[in-house]
């Protein structure tokens, strides 16, 4: 069975096949014929970090892709994963949700 990280690993590869060697051409008049931004599990959550997730890290993370994403101009962007964490309550969950939008809305 695939781990999440191997699907999206292997997809990548197959949708950069998909454009016949053009999309990691080096020529000057190749053009790829769709670019498509991909981010995914962030997991935002205003709470204190554990051994592998830096959770108040992802807004910055969130920006710094959204810059990307801004100067590269893809088509469309796709986010596979999680926003947030989960919180104790819906209320923070909300919370949560509505600052990492207001950061992925600059896109």
């Not at 498509?36 to 890290?57: I, N, S």
């Not at 892709?65 to 926003?83: C, H, S, T």
């Amino acid at each position: 069975m695939f781990s999440r990280r191997a699907l999206l690993q292997n997809s990548t590869l197959c949708l950069a096949g998909l454009g016949g060697g053009k999309v990691l051409s080096t020529e000057s008049e190749a053009k790829p014929l769709l670019r498509v931004g991909l981010m995914t599990d962030l997991h935002y959550a205003d709470k204190p970090p554990t051994k592998t997730r830096f959770y108040r890290e992802a807004l910055a993370k969130r920006d710094e892709a959204v810059e990307a994403m801004n100067r590269e101009k893809p088509a469309l962007v796709i986010e596979l994963g999680d926003f947030i964490d989960q919180a104790d309550s819906v209320e923070k969950e909300i919370e949560w949700l509505k600052t990492m939008e207001s950061h992925f809305a600059r896109l």
